[in-house]
């Protein structure tokens, strides 16, 4: 695991650890040493802390002028043991929302495992952005499956065209415009 790096194709266009206004700003990534681990395993210094055991992310892009932000994951997404998703709402995703972030586009082909838990972490992310989305693409179809045995679609608008998305081939301003159609197409008039 310790040679899966972020996607760094963007870092020329944004940085979470430059970035002012973002929760990761003067975050340092050693490029020297292999520090984080996910159950034992090393991995690659640039992903990002999230004060969770098992789940690490990388910021990719944010953009406050149209409100959405690129969130890259790797590891196990673990809201049983960890409550990994009360991390990452209450250290990344309520400060990105008080910034005007109500778009998220959730990369998760790192993502190995999932285990559930309660929604109610997942309901509030949703509240708070009511005049945006969540999305996630690049999820494997076994996690997709247990995020749908705790209803978590609900809240999060993933299958169907999102997993024909090779998000890799876009800048992040024409991904936020093709997904944002896509949800738009889903939502209806």
């Known amino acids: 695991?310790?040679?899966?790096?972020?996607?760094y194709n963007w870092i020329d266009k944004y940085s979470a650890s430059e970035d002012p206004r973002s929760p990761l700003f003067?975050?340092?990534n050693n490029l020297t040493y292999y520090t984080n681990t996910i159950y034992g395993y090393y991995i690659h210094p640039q992903w990002d802390d999230i004060d969770s055991e098992t789940l690490f992310i990388k910021i990719l892009y944010t953009d406050y002028d149209l409100g959405f932000a690129v969130i890259e994951f790797i590891g196990e997404w673990n809201d049983t043991l960890n409550n990994d998703i009360m991390s990452?709402?209450?250290?990344?995703l309520d400060p990105m929302i008080t910034e005007g972030i109500k778009h998220f586009i959730l990369i998760g082909e790192n993502v190995f495992n999932f285990h559930g838990s309660d929604d109610a972490y997942y309901e509030e992310w949703?509240?708070?952005?009511?005049?945006?989305?969540?999305a996630a693409?690049?999820?494997?179809?076994f996690?997709?499956?247990?995020?749908?045995?705790?209803?978590?679609?609900s809240y999060i608008n993933y299958g169907g065209s999102l997993e024909d998305v090779y998000w890799r081939?876009?800048?992040?301003?024409?991904?936020?415009?093709?997904?944002?159609?896509?949800?738009?197409?889903?939502?209806?008039p």
């Open 88 to 92: 990452l709402k209450r250290n990344i």
């Open 126 to 134: 949703f509240e708070d952005v009511e005049e945006g989305w969540i």
């Open 169 to 188: 081939t876009f800048t992040p301003k024409r991904l936020f415009a093709l997904v944002n159609s896509m949800i738009q197409k889903r939502l209806g």
């Open 137 to 141: 693409i690049g999820f494997r179809d």
């Open 143 to 153: 996690v997709f499956n247990e995020m749908r045995n705790y209803n978590l679609d």
């Open 26 to 28: 003067g975050a340092e």
């Open 1 to 7: 695991m310790h040679n899966i790096e972020p996607y």
